[in-house]
């Protein structure tokens, strides 16, 4: 099973490092106990991000980081499969009626009209248990997903994907980085899905139609656009002074820091994409593509960089775009082989793409086209419905942000 293979992984890096449960608890701002229910594969985190913590403090290798999220992958969507049927008999049980109580005999005296009895404590409960679960469901990340007509190809489709929360993608609301969801912005009709819950039937007339039986179905996306390689190679372009500009941000803090001060990424943008099946049928990852949607001169603005003194490593599935170039595409790196690709709902794929900008300011997104049977489509990925902004920073004022300092300090020409 993915969630034994996930808590064995988990194990194998706690007996390396040598620490307990207890000091890696402490060092993590978690319990012992729940590190050991992970291990034990008797719990599935809903979030990855402290299993990453975890083991990155157990001094996990690029490859088994990489591993580790495929099999968290594959345990979740394990978990949400088991939980249909208890959800099922939840509102059976729910919507089951009361027995009928047998009506007492009259009586010749007048009887005061007494209050409604409670409901059973058993009932009660169940209800709670649905009103649960329909909270959870409510609160699920999910990507906001735009289904415009075909292009041209037959059954061909697009749709855009970027990463938000259901309830202020619902609400019209800003994400975490500070835009709207695509389904705000657009124009179009569409309408939030959980991931791995993405229609894959263009629209008609009105609105969207709901796949047939055995049809294939889109693969989710989950784009991340502040993955950094290690923090001494990422650089943000603030139009501040270093006296205006907060220290620097960790990564997963990221995007509220970049939102917050109007950041551009300076140089090198890593984005990593989390790709995986929808249904029963195999995908085919046919070709990934990049977009120019503007370009221009380098904006002129102060060089910040994330971190000083650090080393970093090269992921698997990476690949790289020269923004610069007069027709940009996406090519493989360090001996990586190109698309195309397979995924399924129990096999996702991890891919890292750094685009590279030295002499332009250039905002760009990634159109992935994929297949399976007579089905095809395409996703488009971007920003949460923004274009991915790149600038370059050669020749720009810089500043450095010590380890264990306390104000920006000027860094050497670059």
Not at 211 to 239: F, I, M
Not at 313 to 320: C, G, R
Request: proline letters at 10%; a neutral charge; glycine letters at 10%.
């Amino acid at each position: 099973m993915a969630g034994d293979e996930f808590g064995a992984l988990l194990g194998e890096l706690k007996e390396r490092s040598g620490l307990s449960y207890g000091v890696l608890g402490k060092r993590l701002h978690m319990s012992g106990s729940t590190l050991h229910r992970y291990v034990n594969a008797d719990a599935v985190p809903t979030d990855y991000a402290p299993i990453e913590r975890f083991a990155r403090l157990c001094k996990a290798t690029p490859d088994e980081l990489l591993t580790l999220h495929r099999l968290w992958l594959r345990a979740d969507a394990l978990r949400g499969r088991k939980a249909e049927p208890e959800a099922v008999a939840t509102a059976e049980a729910v919507a089951k009626p009361e027995p009928k109580a047998t009506p007492e005999p009259a009586t010749t005296e007048p009887e005061a009209v007494p209050d409604p009895p409670a409901a059973p404590a058993g009932r009660r409960r169940t209800v709670a248990l649905a009103g649960a679960a329909v909270v959870v469901v409510a609160g699920a990340i999910a990507l906001a997903v735009n289904l415009v007509p075909g292009d041209g190809r037959g059954d061909g489709e697009r749709q855009t994907v970027g990463a938000v929360s259901s309830s202020d993608a619902a609400a019209g609301k800003p994400s975490a980085s500070g835009r709207t969801s695509p389904s705000a912005s657009a124009g179009r009709s569409a309408s939030p899905t959980p991931s791995g819950s993405a229609a894959a039937t263009a629209p008609t007339g009105g609105g969207a139609q709901a796949p047939s039986p055995g049809r294939a179905t889109a693969p989710s996306v989950v784009a991340d656009a502040h993955k950094w390689e290690h923090p001494c190679s990422q650089h943000y372009l603030v139009n501040r002074p270093p006296a205006q500009v907060p220290p620097p941000p960790t990564e997963q803090d990221a995007p509220g820091w970049v939102a917050a001060l109007d950041a551009v990424t300076g140089g090198d943008q890593r984005v990593a994409l989390t790709v995986q099946g929808t249904g029963k049928q195999t995908v085919v990852l046919d070709a990934l593509h990049v977009r120019v949607v503007n370009k221009s001169a380098p904006l002129a603005w102060n060089d910040y960089s994330m971190g000083v003194g650090c080393g970093g490593d090269v992921p698997t599935k990476n690949f790289a775009v020269d923004l610069d170039s007069g027709r940009p595409g996406v090519t493989p790196k360090a001996g990586q082989r190109n698309f195309p690709y397979k995924v399924s709902e129990s096999d996702p794929e991890v891919f890292y793409v750094t685009a590279q900008a030295r002499a332009h300011d250039v905002s760009w997104f990634l159109e992935l086209d994929w297949s399976s049977g007579d089905q095809r489509g395409t996703v488009r990925i971007d920003d949460d419905g923004q274009p991915f902004r790149t600038s370059g920073r050669l020749g720009r004022p810089g500043y450095d942000y010590p380890l264990g300092g306390s104000e920006w300090i000027e860094a050497p020409k670059n």
